[in-house]
Nanobody, 121 residues
């Protein structure tokens, strides 16, 4: 069982930056693939980025070059550094944990409650 708690969301102007954090409980955090997803009003949940226990990362094309995912296994925490933010990045951001790497939200077993990110133009 893994419990996830996100933090770091907020309101930022276009071009600005935010760093999201996701703190996980459980002794097996390092074995999980950790992912970030987002969901805007009226839209489906969308993959953003994922990081394997090895540190290997993968990004959605829409955020590649602007967002950076990282993890600190000693702190049971995964991060999402978001730079050059755009209004279309506005959404609720969720972190999630999975046993195997994937980009579909159904492949993830555990979810946080989400944190709101709003980018104003």
């Amino acid at each position: 069982q893994v419990q996830l708690v996100e933090s770091g969301g907020g309101l930022v102007q276009a071009g600005g930056s935010l760093r999201l954090s996701c703190a996980a409980s459980g002794r097996t955090f390092s074995s999980y693939v950790m992912g970030w997803f987002r969901q805007a009003p009226g839209k489906e949940r969308e993959f953003v980025a994922r990081i394997r226990s090895s540190g290997s990362v993968y990004y959605a094309d829409s955020v590649k070059g602007r967002f950076t995912i990282s993890r600190d296994n000693a702190k049971n925490t995964v991060y999402l550094q978001m730079d050059s933010l755009k209004p279309e990045d506005t959404a609720v951001y969720y972190c999630a944990a999975a046993r195997t790497p994937g980009s579909n939200w159904v492949e993830y077993d555990y979810w946080g409650q989400g944190t709101q990110v709003t980018v104003s133009s």
